[in-house]
């Protein structure tokens, strides 16, 4: 393989974005912003294949010199996530499509600029460059998260630029610590480096702590549920996938190169780690609304998947890992099929749905196994993601330390299982719903009106929250088959020296 076709990943959906913003047709934005996600996950698929044989590729764009030109690095790491983020946009660009909010003005072309921003960030080997490519992400997302235009959207994409740009200056600040100290940003030229000089261990430092506030770790976690639910299904379940989960591959990446072992903090580590875990589960209890209860949960999972960085062995980290890619998955499931719900009935709220189990028999049963993942019971992901955190803690043969992580893990489902199950009771249980708020009422005073039988969920609406618990489904049933590529990236973190030496020749 030419190296150089690394480049494709950011390019292609750039070049994309701008055929959609010249040609401005319905069916072709729909080809361009679902094809480009399928054709990056096929490209995903390929280099994962490909690292069987070759562990890292590395391309230094424009030719230049290793540590000074801009390189793009791949491995098992990368392309895993490469690939589950883009079927996970793909399939996302299908709901919207589906909701008929791609149609609103320039939403095409900002969501695969988005795209092109989070493959950016998954391939470059370059700190400054992982700035890049984050503003990348978030220009789009400031129109995304108000698509609608609304006052309200409006207010909370206030709180979600203000949050960004924090996270963006100290992340700048971070990196121009780490040049001044270190005289480079070059990840692989800082391996090892963050443990032994300390003003570099104090930029690195600045660097995660900027990506902590972006993906969401307690205390800095509380923006999360207040802007993500506030956006449309759709919009949320892209964020979801994409914004939080690229600052936990940084976070995996960094951590693991510039420290190669445990960081000198790694105990406030630990403690944000527990809190993220517990905190979310338990705060679930106080919502009453649908997304903002998944919100919560998305909170918790960052949690477990910082629980394998934590441990820092291979079983942790690819414990992690998988958990990280099922999380993708399971969230985009939930959100989705709640963003179905509400797009059908007009509200998300636990006390205007009830009795949905017999209305809308096969949502109940996408939502009932999302929520079965995410507490971490078969058949689902989340049950070997659990597993796999499980055994790497016990395998530490620390005692203090499988005490406390293992009954974290149990605490955190016991809190998930039970704030679930009111969510459960609340919307698909109890008596048939007779009101409801059509889709013509919202933008009015929100009347309710008599619901007649043929209201139901749509197969347009179901089908993308259904195919991605599908893809959960199959993680449990061929966890064979993922683990191995789990196992081969943590591998590649313990030991960077190959990442180091495609990157530095």
Known sequence: MNHALLALFPVVPLLSAALTVLMRQTGFDRVFTVGVPLVSAAGGVGLLLLHRTEPVIAHNVGGFEPGIAIP???????????????????????????????????????????????????LTGDLFNLFVFIEVMLLPSYALIAVTGTWRRLGVGRLFVLVSLLTSTLLLMGVAMLYAAAGTVNLAALAGR???????????????????????????????????????????????????????????????????????WWPLLVVAVGLTMVVGAYSTFGERIVRRALAFQMVTGIGHILLGLALFTQVGLAAGIFYMVHHIVIMGALLLSSGAVEQTYGTGRYDRLHGLIRRDPWVAAVVALGLFSLVGLPPSSGFFGKVGLVQATAATGVPWQQWTFIGLIIVASLGSL????????????????????????????????????????????????????????????????????????????????????????
Request: net charge neutral; hydrophobic share 55%.
């Open 418 to 505: 039970v704030a679930l199950q009111r969510l459960w009771v609340g919307v698909f249980f109890g008596p048939d719903m007779e009101t409801y708020r059509p889709d013509s009422a919202r933008t009015g005073r929100g009347e309710r009106i008599a619901l007649p039988p043929h209201v139901r969920i749509g197969n347009r609406l179901l089908a993308p929250g259904a195919a991605l618990l599908v893809v959960s489904l199959a993680m449990f049933v061929g966890a064979g088959v993922v683990v191995p590529f789990t196992v081969e990236a943590a591998a590649s973190l313990l030991d960077p020296a190959a990442y180091s030496q495609a990157v530095l020749p």
């Open 72 to 122: 793009l690095v791949s491995d098992t790491f990368s392309a895993l996530m490469i690939t589950v983020t883009s079927l996970t946009t793909a399939v996302t660009m299908t709901y919207l499509a589906a909701t008929g909010e791609d149609k609103y003005r320039f939403v095409p072309p900002l969501a695969l600029m988005l795209l092109a921003g989070v493959n950016g960030a998954l």
């Open 194 to 264: 963050a443990a032994d000089e300390p003003w570099t261990g104090f930029g690195v430092a600045l660097v995660l702590l900027a990506l902590a506030i972006k993906s969401g770790v307690v205390p800095v976690h509380t923006w999360l549920p207040r802007a993500y639910p506030a956006t449309s299904a759709g919009v949320m379940a892209l964020f979801s996938a994409l914004h939080t989960k690229v600052a936990l591959y940084a976070i995996y990446r960094i951590y693991a190169t510039a420290y190669g072992g445990e960081a000198p």
